[in-house]
C-alpha cells in the first residue's frame, strides 16, 4: 500500500498550530561506543499533531549512514513506513487491563517496529501515524537504536518518494545545538532553532505523499 493521505493544513510547529507537541530523541551509536559512552549522531524526533503524528530522524554524520530501529506502541492508528502499511502486534494483556475513558473507545494497543537506513547529512522520514479515533488515539516510543554504517550500504529511493532522504540544509557545518529542555522521561524537547529544518524536510515529505495518491 502507498501512503495516500497527508494532513491539511501543512504542519506549522512554532506557536501556529493548538496541541502540537514536539519532543527531540538523541541517537547514539551503540555498536561503534561500547560501553565506553555515547557518541551523538543524530536525532529522532516525534511531532504530534491533529489527527497524525510523524517520526523523523536527522543524520547529521558526514561521513556515515546510520540503521535507526524504533519501536513504538499506538492506539487506533494506522502506521505507514517506507515498507508499506505495518498491521503491528497485538497487546492483548494491555488492551484487556486498561478500561476505556468516559465517553470514549475501547483501547486497540499495538507495537510497531519501524527501521529504515539514512543516508549522512540527511533528514529522513521513519514513519506516519494517521488516527483513526478523533480523540482516543494515543502512540508511546518505547525502544529506540543507532547503528553507524558504511555511506555507500544505503540503498536508492526515487526523488518524489515521501520516505527519500532530504539533504541537510547547510551540511557543510552540522552541529548539533543544545535542546532546549527535557521532559519527565529525560528525553529532549527540541530548540527552537530546529523548526525552520524540520519543517522543510516534513513539507516535502508530505508533498511527495499527495502527489504519489494523485498519480
Known amino acids: ?5 497527508a494532513p491539511r493544513p501543512d504542519p506549522c510547529m512554532s506557536g501556529g498550530r493548538q496541541g502540537c507537541k514536539r519532543r527531540l530523541y538523541p541517537l ?3 555498536k561503534s561506543l561500547g560501553a565506553g559512552g555515547a557518541m551523538r549522531c543524530g536525532d529522532l524526533v516525534l511531532l504530534e499533531l491533529e489527527g497524525a503524528a510523524f517520526v523523523m530522524v536527522r543524520n547529521v554524520d558526514r561521513q556515515h549512514a546510520v540503521l535507526v530501529e524504533c519501536s513504538l506502541s499506538a492506539s487506533h492508528v494506522g502506521v505507514h ?9 497485538w ?12 465517553g470514549g473507545s475501547w483501547p486497540e494497543w499495538r507495537r510497531y517496529v519501524a527501521e529504515d537506513m539514512v543516508p549522512p547529512a540527511s533528514w529522513q522520514l521513519l514513519c506516519v501515524l494517521f488516527a483513526l479515533a478523533r480523540e482516543s488515539w494515543a502512540v508511546e516510543l518505547g525502544h529506540i537504536s543507532a547503528v553507524a ?6 540503498g536508492q529511493r526515487p526523488a518524489g518518494h515521501p520516505f527519500a532522504p ?3 540544509e547547510g551540511a557543510d557545518r552540522l552541529d548539533l545545538p543544545e535542546p532546549g529542555g527535557t521532559n519527565g522521561n529525560g528525553y529532549a524537547v527540541a530548540a527552537e532553532e530546529d523548526d525552520e529544518e524540520l519543517q522543510l ?7 511527495d505523499s499527495s502527489g504519489a495518491a494523485a498519480t
Open 91 to 102: 497487546l492483548a494483556d494491555r488492551n484487556a487491563a486498561e478500561a476505556p475513558a468516559p
Open 201 to 207: 524536510a516534513l513539507r516535502q515529505s508530505l508533498l
Open 81 to 89: 513506513t517506507s515498507r508499506g502499511f505495518q498491521f503491528g502486534e
Open 166 to 168: 532530504r539533504a541537510i
Open 1 to 5: 500500500l502507498s501512503l495516500v493521505a
Open 149 to 154: 554504517m558504511p555511506a555507500d550500504s544505503v
Open 28 to 30: 547514539g551509536d551503540a
